[in-house]
């Protein structure tokens, strides 16, 4: 089993719509979670970065952890064609120095 | 301000031989971190140095090697190159990782797409 699953898509919506993409994990010491975005050709692009459980949210997106079910989830709202794209989860321990443990990647699509 | 930068962007290799890949980290950020992507997967971490010292290695073998120099950019060296090492290397960077500031978030450069023949 993997430390962190994800589901790879593909992900298709129309524009405007609400966009939920969700990593659920098993080391339950993952104590740091982000989310990237990530180009064709591209390297990954930080989006968010939140610390233990919570929700934090920046323009269209919010970010949700919770450790308790071992579930994190990012929220894009009012998608539009520019958000096609693999946004990738990352999780980290408080002393792994900075390892972070990726998921799989889910391809998005948002159709004009 | 300059992201982090990686060089080359891209690279032709045949099984055996060597390869070199470089970068330099954000202004001000002191740890560096290698990861490997492969098509259709997510980044796989490699190394991370912080302050010229290796703090972290991943699960990788020892064909696969780094250092980090006093101006704290990076270099990824790979021997007796495979087929299977054919991937997008990246390259991240924070101001720092570990028990005393806690894990400070990584930015990635766009990295250095390595070809095995």
């Known amino acids: 089993q993997k430390e962190v699953e994800q589901d790879p898509g593909p992900l298709s919506v129309p524009e405007g719509a609400i966009v939920s993409l969700n990593c659920t994990y098993s080391?339950?010491?993952?104590?740091?979670f982000m989310w990237y975005r990530q180009y064709s050709r591209k390297g990954p692009e930080l989006l968010m970065y939140?610390?233990?459980?919570g929700n934090k949210e920046d323009g269209r997106f919010t970010a949700q952890v919770d450790k308790s079910s071992k579930y994190i989830s990012l929220f894009i709202r009012d998608s539009q064609p520019s958000d096609s794209a693999t946004y990738l989860c990352a999780m980290s321990t408080r002393t792994s120095y900075g390892k972070l443990t990726f998921g799989q990647g889910t391809i998005l699509t948002v159709h004009p | 301000d300059a992201g982090v930068t990686q060089s080359p962007t891209h690279l032709i290799k045949t099984r055996g031989q060597q390869v070199t890949l470089r970068c330099s980290p954000i202004s001000g950020h002191k740890s560096v971190s290698w990861y490997q992507q492969v098509l259709g997967q997510g980044p796989q971490f490699i190394f991370q140095?912080?302050?010229?010292?290796?703090?972290g290695r991943g699960n990788f073998p020892d064909r696969f090697s780094a250092r980090q120099f006093p101006n704290y950019s990076s270099e990824l060296n790979v021997n007796a190159l495979l087929l299977g090492d054919s991937a997008l290397y990246l390259c991240a960077s924070s101001l720092g990782a570990g028990r005393a500031i806690g894990n400070q978030p990584q930015h990635f450069g766009d990295g250095t797409r390595l070809s095995i023949l």
């Open positions: 080391n339950s010491a993952f104590q740091y």
């Open positions: 939140t610390y233990s459980s």
């Open positions: 140095y912080y302050e010229k010292e290796e703090r």
